[in-house]
C-alpha cells in the first residue's frame, strides 16, 4: 500500500513539474494568455501572447514555427505619420531581462502565412517559439473570433502541445 501511494505522490509531482514554467522559478520565459484570430484556409491569420522573461539576462524571440501554416513570422504594426498602418517583418524581438513583451492587435504579433485550414473559433493550433538563449516553448493556442477579447484572463501557462 505504501508503495502506491508513494507512486502516486511522484507521478503528482512530476505532473506538477512538467506544468507552468518553462525553467527553475524565476528563471524561464513564461507565455501568458496565447490566442489566434480566427481566419480563412488560404488567407493569412495572426496569433498573440504575452511573453514574460523571469530570467536576469536579456533573451530574443527569434523565431516561430506552426502546424496551422506554411510558415510563421514575427511581425510588428505601426501607424505612420500620414495615419496609415504598416506591418514591419522582425527577424527577432528583445525580451529585456524581468520584464514582458505583449504581442497584441496593432503592435507585435506572430503572422501566420498562408493557412492551411480554417480557423474557427473552439478550434486549437500549434505553436512553438524559439529564443535565442532559452529552449523552444511548444504551445497549444484557441482559436477565438475576431471580436473577442483575447488575452482577457485566460493563462495558458506554458504547457506543451499534445
Not at 523571469?54 to 510558415?71: M, Q
Request: proline share 4%.
Amino acid at each position: 500500500m505504501k508503495k502506491i501511494i508513494l507512486m502516486f505522490i511522484w507521478i503528482g509531482m512530476f505532473l506538477l513539474s512538467a506544468c507552468g514554467t518553462t525553467g527553475e522559478e524565476g528563471t524561464g520565459i513564461e507565455v501568458h494568455d496565447p490566442w489566434a484570430r480566427s481566419a480563412l484556409k488560404g488567407d493569412n491569420g495572426a496569433a498573440y501572447l504575452l511573453l514574460h522573461n523571469h530570467s536576469t539576462s536579456e533573451d530574443a524571440l527569434v523565431g516561430v514555427s506552426s502546424d496551422a501554416a506554411t510558415a510563421a513570422e514575427i511581425h510588428l504594426s505601426q501607424m505612420k505619420n500620414d495615419g496609415t498602418m504598416e506591418m514591419t517583418k522582425q527577424e527577432s524581438v528583445v525580451l529585456p531581462a524581468d520584464s514582458e513583451v505583449e504581442f497584441k492587435p496593432g503592435n507585435y504579433h506572430i503572422m501566420l502565412v498562408g493557412l492551411k485550414q480554417d480557423l474557427k473559433k473552439g478550434d486549437k493550433i500549434t505553436l512553438t517559439l524559439h529564443f535565442k538563449k532559452h529552449e523552444d516553448i511548444t504551445l497549444t493556442v484557441p482559436v477565438l473570433d475576431a471580436g473577442d477579447m483575447g488575452g482577457s484572463g485566460m493563462d495558458m501557462g506554458t504547457t506543451p502541445a499534445p
